[in-house]
């Protein structure tokens, strides 16, 4: 008996030439699905950070899915972002017993030193049931028209 071992067949060169259109195919699909990510993940950037937008509603919040390490990165750079405040707000700056007629003017004229002054209020607010007035801690807020001024208000 004769054994023989089998032959390796090369396909025919049409095999060959369609093997190279399939691959060319694979390779662009892969592309476009790239680009494809590639522009969603640039328009989720600029509805991330796009200030113009509204707040979202809880129910759009509670909804939203994150979807990428990318997409992560940016919500928690924009979370991470510092809150510009046109209010400061002065606390331990007088006693109870020192609040007057007066000292809301007083702290007007002050503050306008930074900024055009919106609002100055003063709170006195109770620590405990008792009418004592070590008992009151005197918050008073000055609102400023833009928070470039607060903010040189604070420094």
Do not use: W
């Not at 592309?31 to 759009?60: F, G, S």
């Not at 972002?81 to 004229?109: C, F, P, T, W, Y």
Request: charged fraction near 30%; aromatic fraction near 2%.
């Amino acid at each position: 008996t004769v054994v023989t071992q089998p032959v390796l067949a090369l396909p025919p060169s049409k095999s060959v030439t369609t093997m190279a259109i399939n691959h060319d195919l694979a390779m662009r699909k892969v592309l476009d699905a790239e680009e494809h990510l590639k522009q969603q993940q640039e328009e989720l950037q600029k509805r991330i950070l796009d200030e113009q937008n509204e707040p979202l509603t809880l129910q759009q919040q509670e909804n939203m899915s994150i979807k990428g390490s990318n997409a992560r990165h940016l919500i928690m750079q924009k979370l991470m972002r510092k809150i510009e405040s046109k209010v400061v707000i002065l606390r331990n700056m007088v006693g109870a017993d020192e609040v007057d007629e007066s000292l809301q003017e007083e702290i007007q004229d002050e503050c306008s030193k930074f900024g055009l002054v919106e609002r100055v209020i003063i709170y006195n607010e109770k620590q405990s049931d008792d009418d004592d007035l070590n008992d009151i801690i005197v918050k008073i807020f000055v609102e400023f028209s833009q928070g470039s001024e607060a903010e040189k208000a604070r420094n």
